[in-house]
């Protein structure tokens, strides 16, 4: 413990977003950046509580306290090493991670909590500024092959930790770039993606062979994919969108998130193609159109700000539940996380230019003129009763030229390749793994990530891939595996 009386001394301090009007004239990530003396400052307010809740709180079981000390001590060499023994990929954690740690921690039960987010982010920032993190290639080879499909967080964890366990890992990815919604989903403005080709770069040079723009199930079987490797681990991601199956739903201008996102994204890098990826190769682009997205979670977040950043005539946001409470409830006691409304930073831009998230809310169909969707009808929802009942009479109506869906998702595809693996799918539509080995029903196939636990956190899915990983290394090699072993609590987030 650094100082003793560091959070007598200092009061939280949190990187400070730019003014909106700044942040909206480019797709840069949009936070300012503190002073090292100040993050050191901020490392000194954790406690070192002797229960680290904040450990329990992380889904990688990150050891917060040990770096956190080591950042006020000014050993940031040493808390980079720290870091990367549980995180993979903690400059990814550090952007997006929504921080079930912080709820945890010890200090926030009557004071703010420790920002351990900045303290994660620096910590890499700066490895990667002073050239601290370079390749890994194993000491040996175990002669055993292991194939990846999927490049997502959960994908590149167990791939890095697998080839450093020794074993030649192949990753294949449908996309013509690796890091699945790191790359097409997430915006430009949260994560900028020469962060993430960075990271991918530092796997290929670690021995870490990708394909890219094949689809196994596709353009290579199964039959053809399970003779080359000892081991398959499926890091798909959960991939089908949550429809809306009202009237109107098939006119043009009605679209899933997900094939909205990755067109901005690629537009980013400067693709000449963005719409590239889309199953009908529809350009899909904000500018000039009243925006209404649909689902309040992080997908319709980036929805919102990608959308004003493209130029937006007007956007609003449509949620299902009800409106957060702004403190917790009776039922929802700290460590637990903190079921309480949040404002994104994209809805504070959304906000600052007119538009609002309206609460309570179903559409009950799009209207269209010439096969082109003009306009919505919603009604309000009563959840009193803890059920969603349709108010009479509260029906409206509303301007639109382009709606986007992001209301969660369903879990894997199921066509194409798991049909021709034959995995077993568990009751929630993922794919069912033995919970001690993340074997699949299929021998030698093992799932990990929102494949196997449904859609979640980025933070949970390097946690996966690392478990995964220490998994598949004891079933090659018949013995107990030298990986580390995820830390996880009952309770985590």
Request: charge should be neutral; proline fraction near 7%.
């Amino acid at each position: 413990m650094g100082d003793p009386k560091g959070f007598m001394k200092h009061t939280r301090q949190s990187p400070h977003y730019l003014p909106v009007p700044e942040r909206l004239v480019n797709h840069e990530e949009h936070i300012e950046i503190l002073p090292e003396q100040q993050v050191q400052n901020q490392a000194s307010r954790c406690m070192d509580c002797g229960v680290p809740f904040c450990m329990t709180g992380c889904p990688l079981g990150n050891l917060i306290p040990d770096w956190n000390d080591l950042v006020f001590r000014g050993r940031w060499q040493d808390a980079l090493q720290a870091l990367h023994a549980t995180n993979n990929f903690p400059e990814f954690t550090g952007r997006v991670c929504p921080a079930p740690c912080e709820n945890s921690c010890v200090l926030g039960i009557n004071e703010p909590p420790v920002s351990i987010k900045l303290h994660e982010v620096s910590i890499v920032d700066k490895g990667f500024a002073m050239g601290w993190i370079k390749p890994e290639l194993p000491v040996r080879r175990s002669g055993k092959k292991a194939a990846i499909i999927g490049s997502g967080p959960a994908g590149l964890a167990c791939a890095q930790q697998l080839n450093r366990a020794g074993h030649q890992v192949t990753v294949f990815e449908k996309n013509d770039r690796a890091g699945g919604l790191l790359m097409y989903g997430i915006p430009h403005y949260k994560l900028r993606k020469e962060k993430v080709q960075r990271r991918i770069d530092q796997l290929a040079a670690e021995g870490i062979e990708f394909r890219f723009s094949c689809t196994v199930g596709a353009d290579i079987t199964w039959a053809q994919l399970k003779g080359g490797y000892d081991a398959v681990v499926i890091a798909t991601g959960a991939e089908q969108p949550r429809d809306l199956p009202v009237p109107g739903r098939d006119l043009k201008g009605v679209h899933f998130a997900m094939e909205f996102l990755p067109q901005s994204n690629r537009a980013n890098w400067g693709d000449a193609d963005i719409a590239a990826l889309h199953p009908a190769k529809q350009r899909i682009w904000a500018e000039g159109k009243k925006v209404i997205v649909i689902g309040g979670g992080d997908t319709g977040s980036d929805c919102i700000g990608t959308s004003l950043r493209q130029g937006a005539a007007s956007v609003i946001n449509f949620e299902l539940l009800p409106e957060p409470p702004e403190n917790r409830p009776d039922n929802n006691p700290w460590p637990q996380w903190a079921r309480i409304k949040r404002i994104s930073s994209s809805v504070e831009e959304m906000t600052a230019n007119g538009g609002q998230v309206h609460y309570s809310l179903a559409t009950k169909k799009f209207v269209g003129e010439n096969g082109v969707v003009k306009g919505l009808q919603t009604i309000q929802l009563d959840w009193s009763s803890g059920k969603p009942v349709e108010i009479p009479g509260s029906e409206r109506d509303w301007p639109c030229d382009l709606a986007l869906l992001a209301m969660g998702f369903l879990g894997p595809r199921k066509h194409g390749l798991l049909e021709q693996m034959g995995c077993a799918i568990d009751e929630r539509g993922n794919i069912k793994c033995d919970p001690s080995t993340r074997m699949t029903s299929v021998d030698g196939v093992f799932a990990a990530g929102d494949a196997r636990r449904g859609q979640s956190l980025i933070v949970w899915a390097i946690s996966e891939g690392r478990e995964v990983a220490r998994c598949v290394d004891a079933w090659l090699t018949k013995q107990e595996s030298l990986l580390p072993k995820v830390r996880i609590e009952a309770f985590a987030y």
